[in-house]
């Protein structure tokens, strides 16, 4: 039996975070959840618009807002457990530890409110985060290493330095599809070489273009488009289902 669609009063969580529900835009009952994340220093709103533009069929899509706002009123808000800044550039470290983030995730969204409220399976819920929202979608995916989800989609992020090391016998089966610059990127070598080792199923995207960032048209968004095809569950089809983004 599918999962019922999610309501306000199953996010009711001791530490009230920020979020939107999109439901199928087709009256059909959803088999699938997809949670979208943010990057640093935005807020859930344009991932909410995001979901809506997908369009994927028999799909709820749910917007978490970072739990931890930017301080000196710079708006936005963060996933990491910390935040400082780089000497050298003064810019804010992205790969600032995501246990905290990752346990709120885990135990109160995936666990309390979509499997025990909901009625959903872990194989039932997938993941799309952009830039820090990737890597704490990573984060997720690694801690929950005995369960499989639907698969995780990481744009412009990494497998931060805070995710488990797994036994090479114990790899997450969550697979995984990451996208980034294929010049430019701020994804490091060595974070890609870390995703092989605790995720069996990894594909690595290089997108023909400078500097990273949301996908800005349909070549960039197709292989994101044809993995959710293939891991949704769903009885129409994904790319047929989906509108034109651009």
């Keep these: 039996m599918p999962g019922r669609l999610p309501n306000e009063a199953d996010f009711a969580f001791s530490k009230p975070i920020a979020f939107s529900i999109t439901p199928p835009s087709s009256s059909q009952q959803p088999i699938n959840v997809l949670i979208l994340l ?44 910390d935040l400082y800044f780089e000497p050298s550039s003064d810019a804010m470290n992205k790969d600032t530890g995501f246990r905290a983030s990752a346990k709120l995730i885990i135990e109160e969204v995936v666990q309390r409110a ?94 023909k273009r400078n500097a990273d960032g949301m996908p800005r048209n349909r070549e960039e968004m197709l292989p994101i488009m044809q993995f959710l095809a293939r891991r949704l569950r769903s009885r129409k089809g994904v790319l047929e289902g989906a509108i034109e983004l651009l």
């Design 114 to 207: 979509l499997i025990e409220g909901c009625g959903y399976e872990y194989r039932d819920i997938l993941f799309f985060g952009y830039s820090q929202g990737g890597m704490a979608a990573l984060q997720v995916g690694a801690e929950l290493q005995d369960e499989e989800l639907g698969g995780i989609v990481c744009i412009a992020g990494w497998l931060p330095d805070s995710a488990p090391m797994l036994p090479i016998d114990k790899k997450s089966r969550t697979p995984v599809l990451l996208c980034k610059a294929a010049i430019s990127s701020e994804v490091p070598a060595s974070a890609l070489a870390r995703l092989k080792d605790t995720y069996q199923y990894s594909e690595v995207k290089e997108w």
């Design 38 to 81: 943010h990057g640093l220093g935005d807020t859930h709103v344009p991932f909410t618009n995001l979901g809506r533009q997908m369009n994927l069929p028999e799909t709820v899509c749910i917007s978490i807002r970072a739990p931890k706002p930017l301080p000196f009123d710079l708006g936005g808000f963060h996933w990491g457990d």
